[in-house]
């Protein structure tokens, strides 16, 4: 997977709100821990009303920055539950796709590996066929499929990926 | 032919493959507070009150998690529930547990218990040093390593009401050292059950509670 993007960039944006969170959270402790002793030695003390503004403003902040990271985190699983149904629609389309076409289990198989990416050779390795019998499937596949090659094979359901993705992001 | 967007919570029965960051944190981090404050630190030396104070940051950032955190965070996910607690127990002893979408009733009671009683200690703890922080207990020995006692009579502690505070903390102490006690025992019992529950769920518990693992996470 290449899914770097977004979802990358809110991984390590939670990561940065929970380190946050954490310092900020200790140090409201201690302050709060300060001024109470502060407190109790000079009640009087014009300190007070200063410390209690800034304590209840440090304390909003430990609560705004918990459900800021709480918003994250809810984006980010949207965001991996978005490409879990796109990532099932996708093999749902190109299992539905090869039944059409009338691929052979064996085709089925070698039109998945080829899908992925792997190169003749890979292919036949994975198999355990030799590159002749793998390359004679392919092109009996593109040629049921009605296309001119790999590229064209592969461009057919990145077509689909792409019209279904943005409608699943919606 | 694309299904309809599926929320997080629809899968809710299903507990998480990996615990949120504030979870783990906050679990790992009280557990080295246990530990050191119950092993490694001397009581009521400046080590063991920093650990402590660091404990309740930890604590007081959990309890809030389970306010506003996400879905499987929150208090209301796994409520205290004595009855399923048994309930549950019994299923685990049959060898086939039920699934939850958060602690079993069984570990939920274990995480109340565990909580609770860290607020004991931290409280007890408090008491004793009279609510002085670790800055404080630090320069306040420093003074009396110097030579000067006078550091260890706190303003508002000196005349009448002396007795009646010397009281409260031998109470404290007491309790203090009772409670910490307790949560050894209870987190044996803690990390026996997640271990008989791991092997009869088949599935390791305590990887969620780290890493997760990169499988878990693409799925
Ligand atoms: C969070 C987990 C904690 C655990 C497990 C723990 C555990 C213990 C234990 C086992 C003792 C007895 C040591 C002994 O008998 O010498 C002790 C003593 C003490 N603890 Fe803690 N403690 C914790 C937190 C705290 C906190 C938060 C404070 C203060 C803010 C504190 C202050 C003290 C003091 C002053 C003593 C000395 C009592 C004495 O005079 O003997 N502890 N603690
Ligand atoms: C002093 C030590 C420990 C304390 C105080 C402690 C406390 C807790 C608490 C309060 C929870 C609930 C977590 C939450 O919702 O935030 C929890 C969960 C958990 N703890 Fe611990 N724990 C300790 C040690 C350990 C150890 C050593 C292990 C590893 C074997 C462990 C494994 C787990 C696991 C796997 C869970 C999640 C259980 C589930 O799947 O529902 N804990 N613990």
């Known amino acids: 997977m290449t899914g770097r993007t977004p979802q990358e960039a809110r991984r390590r944006q939670t990561a940065a709100l929970v380190a946050f969170l954490l310092v900020q959270t200790l140090a409201v402790v201690f302050f709060i821990g300060d001024v109470i002793g502060d407190l109790r030695e000079d009640p009087q003390s014009i300190h007070f009303i200063f410390e209690a503004l800034v304590t209840g403003a440090l304390t909003l902040g430990v609560v705004f920055g918990a459900l800021a990271l709480r918003r994250t985190i809810d984006l980010l699983r949207a965001q991996e539950a978005a490409l879990d149904v796109a990532r099932g629609a996708l093999s749902d389309v190109i299992e539905a796709q090869f039944a059409a076409w009338g691929l052979t289990p064996a085709e089925r198989d070698v039109g998945l590996l080829a899908l992925k990416g792997l190169d003749v050779a890979e292919i036949a390795e994975v198999r355990g066929a030799a590159q002749g019998t793998v390359r004679a ?21 990145v077509e689909d990926l792409m019209g279904q993705g943005l409608k699943a992001q919606a | 032919m694309v299904a309809p967007l599926e929320s997080p919570f629809s899968r809710a029965r299903i507990a998480p493959s990996l615990w949120d960051p504030v979870i783990r944190i906050s ?53 205290p529930n004595p009855l399923a607690a048994l309930r549950h127990l019994r299923q685990l002893a049959q060898g086939r547990p039920e699934e939850y979408g958060s602690h ?38 420093a003074a009396v390593a110097s030579g000067d006692w006078s550091a260890l009579v706190k303003p508002g502690e000196s005349g009448d009401d002396e007795d009646e505070n010397e009281g409260w903390k031998d109470a404290a102490e ?46």
């Open chain 1, 137 to 157: 499937q392919l092109t009996r596949i593109y040629s049921k499929a009605g296309v001119s090659g790999r590229a064209q094979f592969a461009a057919y359901f």
């Open chain 2, 27 to 79: 679990h790992w981090g009280l557990a080295l507070v246990v530990l050191s404050n119950a092993i490694l630190t001397e009581g009521g030396s400046t080590l063991h009150v920093l650990a402590g104070w660091i404990g309740i940051g930890l604590l007081a950032l959990r309890l809030l998690w389970g306010i506003v955190g996400p879905q499987e965070a929150r208090f209301s996910a796994f409520p």
């Open chain 2, 104 to 141: 079993n009733p069984a570990g939920a009671m274990m995480a109340y218990a565990l909580w609770g009683l860290l607020a004991v200690v931290i409280a007890t703890g408090l008491v004793m040093t009279g609510g002085r922080t670790p800055m404080q207990v630090a320069a306040d020995q």
């Open chain 2, 174 to 219: 007491e309790v203090h050292e009772v409670a910490a006690n307790l949560i050894l025992f209870l987190v044996l019992l803690h990390v026996a059950g997640v271990a008989l529950e791991s092997r009869a769920m088949g599935r390791n518990l305590v990887r969620p509670m780290l890493t997760g693992s990169d499988k878990d996470r693409r799925k």
